[in-house]
């Protein structure tokens, strides 16, 4: 595939993944695959992506106080684990097996966006002992509703184990179990949306380090692809969180759970097709 | 001005946010702009867009180090010196983010249990990314 043409693959992985809230680069696995990219160069190339889309995404955050630094430390420690486990497994196990695996991940990100309200404000959960010795609570002010928002995170305990197998998803899959990681944050440790979604863009890019740093080592890392994807995602997020201002997000939405499903069904006709 | 309070007057005035952003913004800029550096410099000297060969070591380190600095001497290998700068800048942005928290956790915010957090990650990133004992 020529190198213009996975930059600008990059960039409409980037900019889908910025309007719609996700993480840019949900879809680069998929869309690299589907131009005959070898699924396991795709997803090192991803684990790049998503180094330079959190770290893209994450300073205007950081800047408004939003992610909880108590609640990464905490998670780091079992994400980063399992990510080292993950991509360590994908050097291993069979082709055709991980397009299985990232169809059902999109499917599964599919199902998460489609059940999941715009923004969410949980209700208020006494904190269990440990999670408040952990620290999960905090306070961030939010500018849509011009108010400032207290929130104090539970069962620390569980999200701890469930982020081990997000973080093992993650490393295994590069961008493709960003959503997964914003689910746990925001399903079990009932943080609101913006500091989930927050939080976890910065774990996620600690996440995929770990996976970058198996891939380099099993040689996965191929100059070809992560030259024009390092070059584009960045360029495809920025324009995407520009215009996703101006985007409605019932229509942002729409076009996300459009194409996780195309690429789902697709990937895992691929997987049929690629055993056969 | 005792102690207690120049300590207490410094942690007020110490932005972590500020830093973080600058060192997660910093990073993927620069990262960014060896990879368009490395790009152009292919383009130049009329070579493909990308160096050919896959980046394989046995930790960043060695890959900057052995592989990369020797680079330097044939402007032919620029390219690829020059993206291996850009990924080894991208591999330690939010490796440098997680050595500052530690910092912060251990001098600023003086939480044990969250500088014990931060420490094993930590601890556990330097051997994989800096060393291949991981």
């Excluded at chain 2, 060695?62 to 390219?79: D, F, K, T």
Aim: with cysteine.
């Amino acid at each position: 595939m020529p190198f213009v043409g996975i930059v600008l693959l990059a960039i409409v992985a980037g900019f889908v993944g910025a309007v719609s809230g996700m993480g840019g680069g949900v879809i680069i696995i998929p869309l690299l695959t589907a131009f005959g990219v070898d699924i396991k160069e795709a997803i090192a190339a991803s684990a790049l992506a998503l180094i330079a889309i959190s770290s893209s995404a994450t300073p205007g955050y950081v800047r408004r106080h939003i992610p909880n630094f108590n609640v990464s430390a905490f998670l780091e420690l079992f994400a980063v684990v399992g990510a080292f486990l993950g991509a360590v497994t994908i050097v291993a196990v069979g082709r055709h097996l991980l397009f299985f695996l990232c169809g059902a991940v999109l499917m599964a990100s599919w199902v998460v966006l489609r059940q999941r309200p715009p923004v969410t404000h949980p209700p208020a959960v006494p904190p269990d002992a440990f999670s408040q010795w952990v620290g999960l609570d905090g306070c961030y002010y939010d500018h849509a509703e011009s108010r400032a928002i207290e929130y104090a995170g539970s069962h620390a305990a569980l999200g701890g184990a469930l982020m081990f197998g997000a973080g093992l998803l993650t490393g295994a899959l590069g961008t493709g179990a960003s959503a997964l990681t914003v689910l746990v944050h925001e399903g079990v440790l009932k943080l609101p949306t913006k500091v989930s979604v927050t939080t976890s863009t910065l774990i996620v890019g600690l996440v995929a380090l770990a996976g970058a740093e198996v891939y380099l080592e099993a040689g996965l890392l191929n100059p070809s692809l992560i030259a024009p994807v390092m070059l584009g995602v960045p360029v495809g997020a920025m324009l995407g969180a520009k215009l996703l201002l101006r985007f409605q997000s019932g229509l942002a939405r729409r076009i996300l759970l459009s194409t996780l499903m195309i690429l789902g069904v697709e990937m895992i006709l691929h997987g049929f097709l690629s055993r056969s | 001005m005792t102690r207690d309070v120049r300590r207490a007057l410094w942690v007020a005035s110490f932005d972590m946010e500020s830093l973080i952003s600058l060192i997660l913004q910093g990073g993927v800029l620069l990262s960014t702009g060896l990879v368009a550096a490395s790009f152009a410099v292919s383009w130049m000297l009329r070579l493909p867009p990308a160096p050919s060969e896959n980046l394989h070591a046995r930790s960043l380190t060695a890959l900057v180090i052995l592989q990369g600095l020797p680079l330097a001497e044939s402007p032919a290998s620029w390219p690829r010196l020059l993206l291996i700068l850009g990924v080894a800048v991208l591999m330690l942005t939010p490796y440098t983010r997680v050595l500052v928290t530690t910092l912060y956790f251990a001098a600023v915010h003086r939480s044990w249990k969250h500088l014990a957090f931060t420490g094993i990650v930590l601890i556990l990133a330097t051997l994989a990314v800096l060393t291949d004992w991981l």
